[in-house]
């Protein structure tokens, strides 16, 4: 365990030690915010709700969306690929500690970086909008929220791990790492809620275990979602994650078995 | 003159066509990328469809003139893409050595740096961007011919002011070699021009026309085309666009004076 | 003869970030950045004449590399003036960068993808050669180099020493005036980094181009280079004959001996510094000055079958140098 800790502030250093790569990232993302947000409020106009949201709850999904960015969507897949490719992953496997632990120490750290910026972000935004925001009141909600988003934040790191793996197999991983990411980002709500989707559109997606990680918890935030629908959800996620999980780790055990064989 | 841009003519086509021999070599790598971005594409479009099923207008422009902005986003941002590619590779021309080579060679390494392979992927996305255009064209009411004119003049002056950009992220690499990669934030900040400026909040709007001007990338060729920009404005977007270039040209030669070089 | 080199003062600092330990070091750093300047090159001065073929030596981190690439142009220096054939290396002008080349043994000009073949026609676009001179040049240095078929093959395919080849084809395509040789012979086998050293010496020979060379492998500074230029933490050491080099630096000989019979080394000891001891045969280690004194004494003392006296090899002596550096 205290290697995990070491590892996790290590790479808390030095995500801090690179602070240009840092403030550029969040004024990147900070940027994608803004224009949301301005959009949506353009669309609602002077209509009291769009899409069966108020104007508060649109900024308030905004707002989640950002934090939610930050501690959901920062894997460690291009690290994983660049560290196959490069043949570097050795010097982990001939260590005893388990890549997959090490590798979630360093998406933490980077995490705890991005969700702490994050915050700021959104503090500084409800400054300038003033007012107007969604707070739940009851505890239960924010209680379902943080458990709601653990679990996406695992399920997405188990699932880039799974596609990263790929690269055990080719040079080439690359592209559908990039692909599985973009239709991801759209497919989970980071763009827009999924309301906006036709009905048949939206079923379809709700299939997958994609709009478990952003739509579903800024729902839950919402209190958009009654409390057993919550429950219900929540144990499908978990379900999900146990499958991306037993996935990856399978995908994992494969490749290491075939880059042994080919000695790297 | 004549004989020197037939040598870059020369260059250039060896790189793109190298560039693509290699871009083969990458098979699955490239359909990767290829279908991510489409996917972006789709889902962008189904995305902007959708919503106007559900509102007339947003901020004054209905569903083709919203159309109209965001096409003209992807053709400006591709057109960039396709002839500057390389820049997304600067911080690795320069850590692996490559700028070194530049430099000692008789060609201008900002050419080589910025310009000198083309993207074959872009080059095939392209082609549904220019076909949705003219879809979106069609639809369009008939417009003066001074419409188009202001619309194409401001086009290539987006793609001037786009390349000033590109300077300067390819001039920060050469400086600090800590930079993760400065043209992501161009990216993401990119974004915001995907709708048309009337949605932000006058004081967005202000910083993205004189502060970060993507508006006058992105969005003024459609303004103009529409006949909803002034004179004056096209005056300022021309007059920026004649500032850019030398000045990033200036940052360019300081950064390349102070060149560090990585120790090898 | 024209003067193809010349340096008066050559300085260059580099900056770097000073890094504080621990995690409250690195939030601070966030706001607040401290610098440290290191001199890498430290007015230097040194002239060389065209055609010469100079070995550059030094430990890790003496200057060489930094030295090569002001001369190359791809550094400006911070203080100091340079010229090479007769231009200001980092104003970088077309025609002097025409003709001259740098190679760096870690670094790579080379498209890793694709054939070195498509690498060579874009350097013959940048360096504007008729299709005829092109392939005049391509031919002699396929020859000379024995690539053949290799220019075929992408390049990641290539073995090093094969790629190291391609290497300097694509460097000396243009039939630089100036070779500017960064470790060329760095991880290559035994064998390749003979050849690699006997197509440099031919180059010379044949064009008449003037060669600097940096390496850590003495025998290609041995075997190709008179003269050596030694520097040391960015200071100029000597600048000379690589023979009086030798004599400056080399005060001991080795006196070997054959015995009929075991001795105890211990008493060896006494005569000289043992280097090695087996099979009943000794080097040792003398002070020229003492060198008739102590084969004497071991001759009066010591069953001894064979005797001989040997300057200590070159590369043992710069290695020395290095090592007391």
Not at chain 1, 73 to 95: M, N, P
Not at chain 1, 205 to 212: D, S
Not at chain 3, 90 to 102: G, M, N, T, Y
Request: charged letters at 20%; a positive charge; glycine letters at 6%.
């Amino acid at each position: 365990m205290k290697t995990y800790w070491v590892a996790y502030q290590i790479a808390l250093q030095e995500t801090l030690q690179r602070r240009s790569t840092l403030i550029m990232d969040r004024l990147g993302g900070f940027a994608v915010v803004v224009s949301l947000y301005s959009f949506w409020t353009a669309l609602i106009g002077d209509k009291a709700t769009f899409l069966g949201y108020t104007r508060a709850e649109m900024l308030t999904y905004v707002l989640a969306l950002n934090i939610l960015r930050s501690f959901v969507f920062t894997g460690r897949g291009w690290q994983l690929v660049g560290e196959i490719s490069s043949g570097r992953i050795s010097s982990y496997l001939i260590r005893p500690l388990s890549y997959h632990g090490y590798a979630l120490a360093l998406d933490l750290a980077q995490k705890t970086i991005h969700v702490a910026a994050a915050a700021l972000e959104v503090g500084l935004l409800v400054l300038c909008v003033r007012g107007e925001l969604f707070l739940p009141q009851d505890p239960a909600t924010w209680v379902l929220f943080g458990v709601a988003a653990l679990l996406s934040s695992l399920l997405f790191f188990f699932l880039e791990f799974m596609i990263s793996s790929l690269a055990f197999w080719t040079s080439e991983s690359g592209g559908p790492l990039f692909c599985f990411e973009l239709f991801l980002q759209f497919a989970a709500g980071a763009f827009f809620p999924l309301d906006v989707l036709p009905a048949a559109l939206r079923r379809a997606l709700e299939a997958t275990p994609f709009p478990y990680m952003v739509y579903f918890p800024v729902r839950i935030f919402l209190e958009k979602v009654p409390p057993l629908e919550g429950m219900r959800m929540l144990s499908m996620e978990a379900l999900w994650l146990a499958a991306a999980y037993a996935a990856a780790t399978t995908v994992w055990k494969r490749g290491m078995r075939s880059y042994a064989a080919e000695g790297g | 003159m004549k004989a020197l841009l037939a040598k870059y003519g020369r260059i250039w086509l060896r790189t793109s066509a190298m560039a693509l021999q290699a871009q083969l070599t990458y098979r699955l790598g490239s359909f990767g990328f290829l279908l991510g971005k489409m996917i972006r594409l789709f889902f962008f479009f189904a995305f902007m469809a959708a919503v106007f099923q559900h509102v007339e207008t947003v901020a004054g422009y209905s569903l083709v003139e919203t159309a109209l902005f965001f096409m003209t986003f992807n053709l400006i941002d591709m057109t960039a893409q396709i002839l500057f590619r390389c820049v997304y590779g600067a911080r690795r021309t320069v850590n692996e050595g490559d700028f070194d080579f530049y430099l000692v060679q008789p060609c201008s390494p900002l050419f080589r740096m910025t310009c000198s392979t083309v993207d074959f992927l872009d080059v095939v996305t392209i082609i549904p961007v220019i076909v949705m255009t003219g879809m979106v064209f069609a639809r369009l009411p008939p417009l003066g011919w001074e419409n188009y004119a202001a619309y194409g003049l401001l086009m290539v002056n987006g793609v001037g002011l786009i390349y000033a950009i590109h300077i300067l992220v390819a001039a920060l690499a050469v400086r600090t070699q800590e930079l993760e990669s400065a043209i992501w934030i161009y990216r993401d900040v990119m974004f915001m021009g995907k709708f048309p400026m009337d949605v932000y909040a006058p004081a967005v709007r202000w910083a993205l026309t004189v502060g970060i001007p993507i508006a006058v990338m992105t969005t003024f060729p459609a303004k103009a085309l529409l006949g909803r920009l002034s004179a004056g404005w096209v005056v300022y977007a021309l007059a920026l666009t004649a500032a850019a270039l030398p000045l990033s040209w200036m940052f360019w030669r300081a950064s390349v004076a102070r060149y560090t070089s990585s120790s090898s | 003869m024209a003067v193809a080199i010349e340096t008066r003062g050559l300085t260059k600092d580099y900056r770097s970030p000073l890094k504080e330990p621990g995690l409250w070091g690195g939030v601070k750093s966030l706001f607040d950045r401290k610098y440290k300047d290191t001199r890498a090159v430290d007015a230097v001065s040194f002239r060389i004449e065209e055609g010469e073929l100079v070995g550059f030596l030094g430990a890790n981190g003496a200057g060489k590399t930094t030295t090569l690439k002001m001369l190359s142009g791809l550094l400006t220096p911070t203080a100091g003036s340079a010229t090479a054939l007769g231009r200001v290396p980092w104003k970088r002008e077309a025609d002097f960068q025409r003709s001259i080349s740098l190679v760096m043994g870690q670094r790579s000009q080379l498209w890793w993808e694709i054939p070195a073949y498509e690498t060579f026609k874009l350097n013959q676009a940048i360096y504007g050669l008729s299709d005829k001179d092109f392939r005049e040049h391509l031919d002699e240095l396929v020859d000379l180099l024995g690539l053949g078929e290799h220019l075929s093959v992408p390049v990641k395919k290539l073995s090093l020493g094969q790629r190291m080849r391609a290497e300097l084809a694509a460097a000396l395509l243009h039939r630089p005036r100036l070779l500017l040789l960064d470790e060329p012979t760095i991880g290559l086998d035994v064998v390749m980094q003979k050849n690699v050293r006997e197509f440099i010496k031919a180059y010379n020979k044949r064009s008449g181009a003037t060669i600097m060379l940096t390496s850590h492998n003495m025998t290609d500074v041995v075997e190709l280079c008179r003269r050596v230029i030694v520097i040391e933490k960015g200071r100029l050491l000597y600048d000379g004959a690589l023979d009086r080099l030798v004599e400056r630096y080399a005060d001991h000989k080795i006196l070997r001996a054959r015995f009929t019979a075991a001795v105890d080394p211990a008493e060896l000891a006494e005569l000289g510094v043992v280097v090695k001891y087996e099979d009943m045969t000794v080097s040792l280690e003398v002070p020229r000055v003492k060198i008739a004194a102590s084969a004497a004494a071991l001759l009066r003392t010591h069953p001894v079958a064979d005797l001989n006296v040997e300057e200590v090899a070159i590369d043992d002596i710069v290695r020395r140098l290095f090592s007391h550096i």
